[in-house]
């Protein structure tokens, strides 16, 4: 085989690897009875992305302790960005003596909730519990959010 036949074969190649994944933005969504889960790529430069997901409990469970969720990446593919990572989640109480309170937990890179591997990063975020008040009730957890973001390089050079 000739160097031009072989060049061309290589392209080639390269060309259909390529066309096995997106590299444009993309979201999907799924559900449970207890939260729905949204992961999104946003596309912010050439070769350059963010994963975003995002959690919204519908249902809280009664025992409540840890959510533990991640974005998994295809390696040959994606190169996580380190110290890009950033997690928050939003929660909202009711009592009848206080009414409703928000409060929030954010996670940056230094946290050590956050595992970072090869294949991505995963997040354990604590699960906000009720809170009794002596002959006030109870602050209920009535909603909670999470979010887990962190960027990505493409590897694969058109």
Request: aromatic share 12%; with cysteine; proline share 2%.
């Amino acid at each position: 085989m000739d160097e031009e036949t072989y060049n061309k074969e290589v392209a080639k190649a390269k060309e259909q690897d390529e066309s096995k994944i997106s590299t444009r933005a993309a979201s999907h969504s799924t559900k449970t009875k207890y939260k729905k889960m949204t992961t999104n790529i946003i596309k912010l430069a050439t070769n350059k992305y963010r994963l975003k997901n995002s959690v919204t409990w519908s249902r809280m469970p009664w025992y409540r302790y840890v959510d533990v969720n991640g974005i998994g990446i295809k390696g040959s593919f994606w190169d996580p960005v380190a110290g890009s990572q950033y997690g928050k989640q939003n929660w909202k109480t009711w009592s009848t003596c206080n009414g409703y309170k928000y409060d929030d937990a954010v996670y940056t890179k230094k946290s050590t909730k956050w595992k970072s591997g090869e294949k991505g990063y995963s997040l354990k975020i604590n699960l906000p519990n009720d809170v009794s008040h002596m002959g006030c009730g109870s602050d209920g957890v009535e909603a909670l959010m999470e979010l887990r973001l962190y960027q990505v390089i493409c590897i694969i050079q058109s």
